[in-house]
Protein backbone atom coordinates (compact mmCIF):
# COMPACT_ATOMS: atom_id res chain seq x y z
CA UNK A 1 0.00 0.00 0.00
CA UNK A 2 0.93 3.59 -0.37
CA UNK A 3 2.36 5.38 2.00
CA UNK A 4 -0.33 8.76 2.91
CA UNK A 5 1.59 12.14 3.25
CA UNK A 6 -0.71 14.09 5.47
CA UNK A 7 -0.57 17.50 4.36
CA UNK A 8 -1.19 20.34 6.19
CA UNK A 9 -1.44 22.72 4.53
CA UNK A 10 -4.11 21.56 2.23
CA UNK A 11 -5.89 20.28 5.63
CA UNK A 12 -5.30 23.92 7.29
CA UNK A 13 -6.62 25.31 4.18
CA UNK A 14 -9.80 23.58 4.34
CA UNK A 15 -10.27 24.41 7.86
CA UNK A 16 -9.52 28.47 7.33
CA UNK A 17 -11.99 28.79 4.16
CA UNK A 18 -14.39 27.17 6.60
CA UNK A 19 -13.78 29.78 9.32
CA UNK A 20 -14.62 32.41 6.60
CA UNK A 21 -17.84 33.11 7.46
CA UNK A 22 -17.85 33.21 10.33
CA UNK A 23 -14.94 35.54 10.54
CA UNK A 24 -16.61 37.98 7.76
CA UNK A 25 -19.94 37.54 10.48
CA UNK A 26 -18.02 38.07 14.21
CA UNK A 27 -14.73 40.40 12.61
CA UNK A 28 -12.03 38.69 15.44
CA UNK A 29 -9.06 40.32 16.16
CA UNK A 30 -5.66 38.65 17.23
CA UNK A 31 -2.93 40.34 18.42
CA UNK A 32 0.20 38.88 18.56
CA UNK A 33 3.19 39.82 20.89
CA UNK A 34 6.38 39.47 20.32
CA UNK A 35 9.94 40.01 22.61
CA UNK A 36 13.08 40.42 20.84
CA UNK A 37 14.08 38.90 17.29
CA UNK A 38 14.70 35.14 17.64
CA UNK A 39 14.74 33.57 14.25
CA UNK A 40 12.06 31.10 14.92
CA UNK A 41 9.53 33.28 16.20
CA UNK A 42 9.97 35.55 13.02
CA UNK A 43 9.32 32.61 10.68
CA UNK A 44 6.47 31.48 12.90
CA UNK A 45 4.41 34.61 12.92
CA UNK A 46 5.55 35.54 9.66
CA UNK A 47 2.82 32.45 9.14
CA UNK A 48 0.54 33.33 11.61
CA UNK A 49 -0.11 37.05 9.80
CA UNK A 50 -0.05 35.47 6.46
CA UNK A 51 -2.70 32.64 7.27
CA UNK A 52 -4.85 35.71 8.89
CA UNK A 53 -4.18 37.82 5.89
CA UNK A 54 -5.59 34.80 3.61
CA UNK A 55 -8.96 35.03 5.84
CA UNK A 56 -9.19 38.18 5.69
CA UNK A 57 -8.97 38.70 9.54
CA UNK A 58 -7.60 40.94 12.02
CA UNK A 59 -4.33 41.16 13.34
CA UNK A 60 -1.98 43.43 15.38
CA UNK A 61 1.57 42.47 15.62
CA UNK A 62 3.54 43.72 18.69
CA UNK A 63 7.13 43.92 18.02
CA UNK A 64 8.64 45.03 21.32
CA UNK A 65 12.41 45.24 22.53
CA UNK A 66 14.52 42.12 23.65
CA UNK A 67 15.57 43.88 26.95
CA UNK A 68 11.99 44.79 27.57
CA UNK A 69 11.19 44.51 32.00
CA UNK A 70 8.68 41.59 33.08
CA UNK A 71 6.88 44.68 34.34
CA UNK A 72 6.40 46.51 30.99
CA UNK A 73 5.71 43.37 29.33
CA UNK A 74 2.57 42.72 32.14
CA UNK A 75 1.56 46.03 31.49
CA UNK A 76 1.18 45.46 27.88
CA UNK A 77 -0.21 41.63 28.14
CA UNK A 78 -3.03 43.67 30.66
CA UNK A 79 -3.96 46.19 27.94
CA UNK A 80 -4.75 43.19 25.92
CA UNK A 81 -6.75 41.69 28.19
CA UNK A 82 -8.73 45.11 28.98
CA UNK A 83 -9.23 45.88 25.20
CA UNK A 84 -12.12 45.12 23.82
CA UNK A 85 -11.76 44.86 20.58
CA UNK A 86 -8.69 42.50 20.47
CA UNK A 87 -10.77 38.78 20.57
CA UNK A 88 -7.80 37.17 21.60
CA UNK A 89 -3.92 37.13 21.97
CA UNK A 90 -0.81 35.35 22.55
CA UNK A 91 3.02 35.88 24.15
CA UNK A 92 4.76 34.26 21.17
CA UNK A 93 7.23 31.69 22.71
CA UNK A 94 10.31 31.43 23.55
CA UNK A 95 10.93 34.85 25.16
CA UNK A 96 14.80 36.03 25.99
CA UNK A 97 16.37 34.27 28.82
CA UNK A 98 15.63 37.30 31.43
CA UNK A 99 11.56 37.00 30.89
CA UNK A 100 12.23 32.86 30.29
CA UNK A 101 11.69 32.08 34.00
CA UNK A 102 8.59 34.24 34.07
CA UNK A 103 6.92 32.07 31.62
CA UNK A 104 4.45 30.54 33.87
CA UNK A 105 3.42 34.12 35.20
CA UNK A 106 3.18 35.65 32.03
CA UNK A 107 0.90 33.08 31.16
CA UNK A 108 -1.17 33.02 34.16
CA UNK A 109 -1.59 36.96 33.27
CA UNK A 110 -3.29 36.15 29.71
CA UNK A 111 -7.06 36.29 30.39
CA UNK A 112 -8.66 33.20 29.84
CA UNK A 113 -11.09 34.21 27.55
CA UNK A 114 -8.85 35.34 25.22
CA UNK A 115 -5.61 33.11 25.57
CA UNK A 116 -5.97 31.71 22.24
CA UNK A 117 -3.13 29.57 22.14
CA UNK A 118 -4.59 27.82 25.23
CA UNK A 119 -1.36 27.53 27.68
CA UNK A 120 -3.21 28.60 30.62
CA UNK A 121 -4.48 26.53 33.17
CA UNK A 122 -8.42 27.27 33.07
CA UNK A 123 -8.16 26.45 29.26
CA UNK A 124 -5.72 22.95 29.81
CA UNK A 125 -7.95 22.46 33.06
CA UNK A 126 -11.32 22.00 30.71
CA UNK A 127 -9.88 19.70 27.65
CA UNK A 128 -9.83 17.25 31.06
CA UNK A 129 -13.01 17.14 31.24
CA UNK A 130 -14.44 15.95 27.74
CA UNK A 131 -14.40 17.13 24.32
CA UNK A 132 -17.17 19.12 24.91
CA UNK A 133 -15.19 21.88 27.02
CA UNK A 134 -12.06 21.82 24.82
CA UNK A 135 -13.18 25.50 23.71
CA UNK A 136 -9.92 27.26 23.86
CA UNK A 137 -7.81 23.68 23.68
CA UNK A 138 -3.80 23.96 23.47
CA UNK A 139 -3.09 25.02 19.47
CA UNK A 140 -0.92 22.24 18.42
CA UNK A 141 -2.95 19.36 19.82
CA UNK A 142 -5.91 20.62 18.34
CA UNK A 143 -4.17 20.65 14.97
CA UNK A 144 -3.02 17.45 15.19
CA UNK A 145 -6.68 16.00 16.14
CA UNK A 146 -7.94 17.87 13.05
CA UNK A 147 -5.47 16.61 10.89
CA UNK A 148 -6.41 13.10 11.88
CA UNK A 149 -10.22 13.93 11.00
CA UNK A 150 -9.33 15.21 7.80
CA UNK A 151 -7.77 12.17 6.85
CA UNK A 152 -10.61 9.90 8.12
CA UNK A 153 -7.96 8.65 10.90
CA UNK A 154 -9.86 7.03 13.73
CA UNK A 155 -8.24 6.80 17.37
CA UNK A 156 -10.85 5.00 19.00
CA UNK A 157 -9.46 1.84 19.97
CA UNK A 158 -6.05 2.75 18.83
CA UNK A 159 -2.73 2.79 20.69
CA UNK A 160 -0.93 6.13 20.67
CA UNK A 161 2.52 6.67 22.09
CA UNK A 162 3.20 10.32 22.31
CA UNK A 163 6.95 11.24 22.88
CA UNK A 164 7.70 14.24 24.25
CA UNK A 165 5.26 15.28 27.67
CA UNK A 166 5.42 19.42 27.18
CA UNK A 167 2.47 21.45 28.62
CA UNK A 168 1.89 22.54 25.02
CA UNK A 169 1.75 19.70 23.28
CA UNK A 170 2.93 16.00 24.91
CA UNK A 171 0.22 16.45 27.84
CA UNK A 172 -2.35 17.92 26.55
CA UNK A 173 -2.49 16.03 23.28
CA UNK A 174 -2.65 12.44 25.88
CA UNK A 175 -5.71 14.07 27.23
CA UNK A 176 -7.59 15.03 23.94
CA UNK A 177 -6.82 11.24 22.47
CA UNK A 178 -8.18 9.80 25.74
CA UNK A 179 -11.19 11.67 25.53
CA UNK A 180 -11.39 10.40 22.12
CA UNK A 181 -11.20 6.40 23.08
CA UNK A 182 -7.56 5.82 22.63
CA UNK A 183 -5.38 4.20 24.92
CA UNK A 184 -2.18 6.37 25.48
CA UNK A 185 1.08 5.79 26.68
CA UNK A 186 3.59 9.13 27.05
CA UNK A 187 7.45 8.28 26.88
CA UNK A 188 10.08 10.98 27.55
CA UNK A 189 13.87 11.73 28.33
CA UNK A 190 13.66 9.32 31.23
CA UNK A 191 11.76 6.20 29.23
CA UNK A 192 14.01 3.29 29.16
CA UNK A 193 13.81 1.11 26.38
CA UNK A 194 12.01 3.52 24.09
CA UNK A 195 11.64 1.52 21.12
CA UNK A 196 10.10 -0.80 22.94
CA UNK A 197 6.61 1.62 23.28
CA UNK A 198 7.50 3.19 19.79
CA UNK A 199 7.01 -0.47 18.26
CA UNK A 200 3.35 -0.85 19.53
CA UNK A 201 2.26 2.33 18.29
CA UNK A 202 -0.71 2.69 16.05
CA UNK A 203 -0.25 5.96 16.30
CA UNK A 204 3.16 7.53 16.78
CA UNK A 205 3.61 11.23 17.72
CA UNK A 206 6.73 12.76 18.29
CA UNK A 207 7.27 16.00 19.75
CA UNK A 208 10.82 16.19 21.45
CA UNK A 209 12.74 18.65 19.28
CA UNK A 210 16.01 16.19 18.13
CA UNK A 211 16.36 15.72 14.85
CA UNK A 212 15.92 11.99 13.13
CA UNK A 213 15.01 10.32 16.83
CA UNK A 214 12.71 8.29 15.58
CA UNK A 215 14.47 5.52 13.20
CA UNK A 216 12.76 2.89 10.82
CA UNK A 217 13.28 0.68 13.37
CA UNK A 218 11.52 2.25 16.05
CA UNK A 219 8.14 2.06 14.35
CA UNK A 220 5.73 -0.66 13.63
CA UNK A 221 4.87 -1.07 9.80
CA UNK A 222 1.71 0.38 8.52
CA UNK A 223 1.40 2.53 11.97
CA UNK A 224 0.56 6.16 11.30
CA UNK A 225 3.68 8.98 12.82
CA UNK A 226 2.77 12.60 13.38
CA UNK A 227 5.95 14.42 12.81
CA UNK A 228 6.09 17.80 15.90
CA UNK A 229 9.50 18.59 15.59
CA UNK A 230 10.77 21.09 13.64
CA UNK A 231 14.95 21.12 13.95
CA UNK A 232 17.10 23.72 12.33
CA UNK A 233 20.24 21.64 10.90
CA UNK A 234 22.96 22.50 8.29
CA UNK A 235 21.16 20.84 5.23
CA UNK A 236 18.16 22.75 6.20
CA UNK A 237 14.52 22.19 8.46
CA UNK A 238 14.16 18.67 9.28
CA UNK A 239 11.39 17.11 11.93
CA UNK A 240 12.03 14.38 14.90
CA UNK A 241 11.52 11.78 12.60
CA UNK A 242 13.80 9.63 9.53
CA UNK A 243 11.08 10.85 7.47
CA UNK A 244 12.95 9.35 4.17
CA UNK A 245 13.30 5.41 5.75
CA UNK A 246 9.79 6.30 8.28
CA UNK A 247 7.87 6.78 5.43
CA UNK A 248 8.49 3.39 3.39
CA UNK A 249 6.92 1.79 6.22
CA UNK A 250 4.67 3.62 7.69
CA UNK A 251 0.56 4.16 6.05
CA UNK A 252 0.95 7.98 6.71
CA UNK A 253 3.20 10.35 7.88
CA UNK A 254 3.23 13.86 8.18
CA UNK A 255 6.35 16.22 6.55
CA UNK A 256 8.33 18.50 8.02
CA UNK A 257 7.84 21.05 7.02
CA UNK A 258 3.97 21.07 5.92
CA UNK A 259 2.97 19.23 8.37
CA UNK A 260 1.71 19.89 12.02
CA UNK A 261 3.03 23.15 11.32
CA UNK A 262 0.24 24.87 9.56
CA UNK A 263 -2.51 22.79 11.37
CA UNK A 264 -1.50 25.14 14.51
CA UNK A 265 -1.39 27.99 13.14
CA UNK A 266 -5.47 26.84 11.55
CA UNK A 267 -6.06 26.10 15.68
CA UNK A 268 -5.13 29.30 16.56
CA UNK A 269 -7.03 31.24 13.84
CA UNK A 270 -9.97 28.74 15.05
CA UNK A 271 -9.39 29.17 18.68
CA UNK A 272 -9.73 33.37 18.03
CA UNK A 273 -12.96 33.30 16.26
CA UNK A 274 -14.33 30.79 18.56
CA UNK A 275 -12.87 33.55 22.58
CA UNK A 276 -14.93 36.18 19.86
CA UNK A 277 -18.46 34.02 19.62
CA UNK A 278 -17.62 32.91 23.04
CA UNK A 279 -17.39 37.11 24.36
CA UNK A 280 -20.60 37.73 22.51
CA UNK A 281 -22.77 35.19 24.30
CA UNK A 282 -21.44 36.69 27.78
Not at 79 to 108: M, W, Y
Not at 217 to 245: H, P, S, W, Y
Request: hydrophobic fraction near 40%.
Amino acid sequence: MKTTILSGREAADKWLNELKPEIERLDPKLAIIQVGDDPASESYIKQKIKSCEKVSMRHQHMHLPKGISFEELMDKIENLNNDSDVSGFIVQLPLPSHLEKKVPEIIKAINPKKDVDGFGAYNLGKTFLSTEFEHLPPATPAGIIRLLEHYGITVDGKHAVIVGRSNIVGKPLAVMLLNRDATVTVCHSKTKDLRSFTKQADILISAVGKANLITAAMVKKRAVVIDVGVNRTQDGLCGDVDFEKVSKIASAITPVPGGVGPMTVASLIRNCVRAKQRQLET
